[in-house]
């Protein structure tokens, strides 16, 4: 797929892509984010992805309803600046940043979690968590299926501090929200 200008010409191939170029593709069935000015197609989650996106997905609905803000899942674009705009698994925004969620989230949310799959891993990891942190996400967890973890990120300074680990059933240290174990105990 070539990414294509609003008048339908292509864009340069040096060109970095922003989130207008981004919000006026297409429709397409694909799923993309754009991470430092790349366009990246994502793959389709699995069943098991999904099912540790539920679970935390409403326990973090819980949360918010006892506290406050929302909580929201992928597909959702969160436009972080002008070329970056991504779409984590789960996102919780709090009361305060209520007013910057219309069509879709502006700028950054209180928490994000990215669930690790062997095709994102790395990209998780090593290019978006520096992204959500030098532009305002508060804290970040990285949940991998495999290992049975939930690495818990704080900002801090334009960056992230050594993360916190638990593992599946223990309660999810969080400066920001109060899940528990986020139900990811029960996954047996």
Do not use: C
Not at 94 to 108: E, I, M, T
């Amino acid at each position: 797929m070539a990414l294509r200008k609003p008048s339908g010409t292509p864009l340069p191939a040096d060109h970095r892509v922003t989130a207008a170029d981004y919000f006026a593709m297409p429709y397409t069935p694909e799923r993309y984010e754009v991470l430092e000015g790349v366009l990246h197609q994502m793959p389709s989650p699995t069943f098991e992805h999904q099912r540790i996106v539920l679970r935390l997905a409403t326990a973090l609905d819980a949360f918010a309803g006892r506290a406050g803000g929302e909580a929201g899942i992928a597909p959702l674009d969160v436009e972080l600046d002008e070329h970056n705009v991504l779409q984590p698994d789960v996102i919780y925004i709090a009361p305060d940043q209520l007013a910057n969620a219309s069509d879709h989230v502006h700028g950054a949310p209180a928490l994000i979690v990215e669930v690790a799959s062997p095709s994102t891993r790395k990209y998780d990891a090593n290019e978006k968590l520096p992204v959500y942190a030098r532009l305002g996400v508060g804290e970040a967890w990285i949940v991998d299926p495999k290992r049975r973890t939930v690495a818990v990120y704080r900002a801090g300074d334009g960056r992230f501090a050594p993360p916190l680990t638990v593992a599946f059933g223990e309660p999810i240290p969080s400066g920001i929200v109060d899940v528990g174990d986020g139900g990811l105990g029960a996954l047996g």
